[in-house]
């Protein structure tokens, strides 16, 4: 996968993913190319700071919880999050 390299303002850590490139990014935050503990990889989406307000952080923990719900062979599994951390992320 082409990932962009991390720029200086970017963590190179979230939860148990260390976070190897920036992958996309949208209107509500940055999705990076991670690797598990593992060596597994994922697609770790960040919440940006100036957006995570309580609202923000409601829908962003009820989105984790469906995400737990989902699966199937063509859909990415979910493997972990922190809508409580202080830049709340996600990992698939």
């Known amino acids: 996968m082409n990932a962009a390299p991390l720029s200086p303002e ?3 850590q979230l939860g148990d993913f ?8 949208g ?3 940055q999705v ?13 989406k960040v919440i940006k700071p100036s ?19 989902v699966w199937g062979p063509r859909i990415a599994a979910f493997m972990d999050a922190d809508p409580e951390a202080e830049q709340p992320w996600l990992a698939t």
């Open 10 to 12: 970017d963590p190179t």
């Open 18 to 25: 260390e976070l190897l490139g920036r992958i996309g990014h």
């Open 27 to 29: 209107g509500m935050g």
């Open 32 to 44: 990076y190319l991670g690797e598990s503990q593992g060596g597994e990889p994922a697609a770790v």
């Open 51 to 69: 957006v995570v307000d309580s609202e923000t952080r409601l829908r962003f923990a009820q989105e984790v919880e469906v995400l737990k719900t």
